[in-house]
């Protein structure tokens, strides 16, 4: 029989935890010191954020992110009022829903790379699964994550992609059109509009390139001027 209230001693960085019967909301999760917990990752196939308004489900292990030693308590989610949620969506909320993104997909699960987010909205990921798994995560200033920020200068960013029999699909805005280039085993594609490449088995060396358009332009006089 499970336990009604998980009270952990957790210290920095990753570690992964399990949850009371029933399992436990996300907004009821209480670490003191307050503010400790950096963020909370479910695995359904592929690592997906947990956040504001989603359940930790029972029988499931989870990836907590803290950023500093504290004790972490989850009480026994209530479940009278219906059936919670299995996991909350990958992403964090509906801020992201315009935003310009990759999805890779392999047998039977998909992940989300967002392009162009703030610098200070970078998530780090959980450790890389098993090979084989489906994952995908860029390194951007040191930090394994699925966000990629813009910049006011190009940029490329390296891309570690595992799996096998994986499908690239891309929605791209029209204001990011031509700013965003994803070069695979030394091909370039252009990002731009929607699309779809099928990659097979994880290639081997992927760079995705931000390339940010001029913000301003010169006309200088041709010399001799008659």
């Avoid at 504290?70 to 299995?86: C, E, F, H, L, W």
């Avoid at 190009?154 to 204001?175: E, K, S």
Wanted: net charge negative; aromatic share 6%.
């Amino acid at each position: 029989e499970g336990v009604a209230q998980c009270d952990q001693a957790l210290g920095a960085s990753w570690s992964m935890i399990g949850v009371p019967a029933r399992g436990a909301a996300f907004d009821n999760i209480v670490a003191n010191p307050a503010g400790s917990v950096t963020s909370v990752f479910g695995f359904s196939g592929s690592y997906q954020q947990i956040t504001s308004g989603g359940t930790l489900a029972e029988g499931s292990g989870f990836w907590i992110n803290m950023s500093q030693a504290a004790q972490v308590t989850m009480d026994s989610i209530d479940t009278s009022g219906g059936t919670p949620k299995r996991i909350a969506s990958g992403l964090p909320g509906d801020a992201y829903m315009g935003t310009s993104r990759l999805v890779v997909s392999g047998a039977g699960a998909e992940q989300t790379v967002l392009l162009g987010v703030a610098s200070d909205e970078l998530v780090a990921l959980p450790p890389t699964p098993p090979a084989g798994v489906l994952d995908v995560r860029a390194q951007v200033a040191g930090i394994a994550t699925d966000r990629i920020p813009v910049t006011r200068e190009q940029a490329d960013y390296p891309v570690r992609v595992q799996g096998t029999d994986l499908q690239l699909r891309w929605d791209v805005n029209a204001t990011d059109a031509s700013r965003w280039e994803l070069v695979i085993d030394g091909q370039p594609q252009n990002l731009t509009g929607t699309g779809r490449l099928n990659l097979g088995d994880a290639p081997k060396d992927v760079v995705l390139r931000y390339m940010p358009l001029p913000n301003q332009f010169a006309l200088n006089a041709n010399y001799p001027n008659p």
